[in-house]
């Protein structure tokens, strides 16, 4: 993919996905600069960590909407060298040109994606047994980072993670987040037997290279692809 010691890499719903660690390990020879994955599962975020304690992912908690006082539910994990940030939010909820607020339907499609919550501040009860305090909106750490932040990205399944009427606004949200020049791995997997309604269901949702050509075309410049036939 044309990687070099600058280039700014992200994982969409990445779950516990081990390419995160992988890319970053010297003995890999990926000449990556920093890993960004996203998800909006928080315990996702400290299982991965737990799996990898090399990197020494410590958590940072940010700014609730409602007081400046950091919240005590981490948005953010980051590696002791700093390549590394895991943020848990909602990926359709960002990258923007300002904070923004994400919309019912952005809401829809992370929850059809299998994020954990959806955006908007929330109230959950302090891991301490105090009062409830208020969460930061999920998606306002990945809002903020800005359009044309990534020069990479790694899809390892997750589109076909997406509910098929999300598909769009995923394929918008990546379409923001990469840079001129940028490029997309992904990886699919494109139903052809069985019933009708094993061949559309899901997830993971069958996704063709028809598909990726409809969805992408317009924004990124959709190359080639590597097919290997499974048997179900």
């Not at 995160?20 to 996203?38: E, F, K, Q, W």
């Not at 769009?168 to 379409?175: G, H, I, N, P, V």
């Not at 990469?178 to 996704?207: N, Y």
Request: charged content about 15%; overall charge negative.
């Amino acid at each position: 993919m044309g990687f070099s010691l600058s280039t700014t890499h992200q994982i969409p719903l990445c779950g516990k996905d081990v390419s995160m660690a992988h890319l970053l390990d010297p003995s890999a020879g990926y000449p990556v600069g920093s890993v960004v994955g996203i998800d909006g599962v928080a315990q996702a975020a400290i299982e991965f960590a737990r799996a990898f304690p090399t990197l020494a992912l410590a958590p940072h908690a940010a700014a609730s909407s409602a007081s400046s006082s950091p919240s005590a539910h981490p948005t953010a994990f980051h590696s002791r060298d700093g390549r590394l940030t895991f943020l848990v939010s909602d990926f359709f909820a960002g990258p923007r040109n300002g904070s923004g607020s994400s919309s019912g339907g952005e809401a829809s499609a992370c929850a059809a994606a299998g994020a954990s919550s959806v955006p908007g501040a929330v109230a959950a009860a302090d891991p301490a047994g105090g009062p409830e305090t208020a969460v930061p909106p999920l998606g306002a750490v990945w809002a903020a980072y800005p359009p044309a932040s990534f020069d990479a990205c790694w899809d390892r399944a997750a589109l076909v993670a997406v509910d098929p009427l999300a598909r769009r606004a995923y394929a918008a949200t990546l379409a923001r987040a990469m840079t001129p020049g940028g490029r997309v791995l992904m990886v699919c997997f494109d139903r052809r037997a069985g019933s009708p309604a094993a061949v559309a269901g899901g997830p993971p949702f069958g996704v063709s290279h028809g598909d990726v050509r409809e969805l992408f075309g317009e924004d990124f410049e959709v190359g080639g692809t590597h097919a290997t036939t499974m048997d179900q």
